[in-house]
T-cell receptor, first 114, second 112 residues
């Protein structure tokens, strides 16, 4: 069965520093992969997605993620953190040709220090 | 505004009671998904409806049920509520899942 693992429930960076949030998937067939962001007391907002084609995916707010089949990873990065990036980030995977549900990781809470 | 509307935003009720959560999907989306978000379990898939029909079922308790109506809005019914049912309940909609979901802002249920 599809599973998604996020390494690190909390990540803290300084403003202007690189953001790296890790996500690994477990699936014999590379799934569709997504990153969502959740701000306090709000719903989840889609940051970016990988379905097919180019393995480096650019999303909103300067975030990008690279699909690496050999490492079964889909890590999220941003070159320079901004205070407004403080939120919880969720990686999710969906099976190709199977159930349409998305399986979510446990989430990583990003803190940005001034 | 994501286009997915959930009501109510907050709900406080007593153990043993029954509540109904409502979701209106984004215009044009035929699929509706319900998720439960709690601190210990994270985001758990409950159930999916597609154009009025149940499409997939996840970790949904027998005390919970859902339906999707002809106008595509969906309701999640939670009965015989327990303290452990306190959580955020999200509805999401999509055209097809490989494009990702659009989430509503959630209903925060507190059972006292």
């Amino acid at each position: 069965a599809q599973s998604v693992t996020q390494l690190g429930s909390h990540v803290s960076v300084s403003e202007g520093a690189l953001v790296l949030l890790r996500c690994n998937y477990s699936s014999s067939v590379p799934p569709y992969l997504f990153w969502y962001v959740q701000y306090p007391n709000q719903g989840l907002q889609l940051l970016l997605k990988y379905t097919t084609g180019a393995t480096l995916v650019k999303g909103i707010n300067g975030f990008e993620a690279e699909f690496k089949k050999s490492e079964t990873s889909f890590h999220l990065t941003k070159p320079s953190a901004h205070m407004s990036d403080a939120a919880e980030y969720f990686c999710a995977g969906g099976d190709r040709g199977g159930s349409e549900k998305l399986v979510f990781g446990k989430g990583t809470k990003l803190t940005v220090n001034p | 505004d994501s286009g997915v509307t959930q009501t109510p935003k907050h709900l406080i009720t007593a153990t043993g009671q029954r509540v109904t959560l409502r979701c209106s999907p984004r215009s044009g989306d035929l699929s509706v998904y319900w998720y439960q978000q709690s601190l210990d379990q994270g985001l758990q898939f409950l159930i999916q409806y597609y154009n009025g029909e149940e499409r997939a079922k996840g970790n949904i308790l027998e005390r919970f049920s859902a339906q999707q109506f002809p106008d595509l809005h969906s309701e999640l019914n939670l009965s015989s509520l327990e303290l452990g049912d306190s959580a955020l309940y999200f509805c999401a909609s999509s055209v097809v899942s490989n494009y990702g979901y659009t989430f509503g802002s959630g209903t925060r249920l507190t059972v006292v």
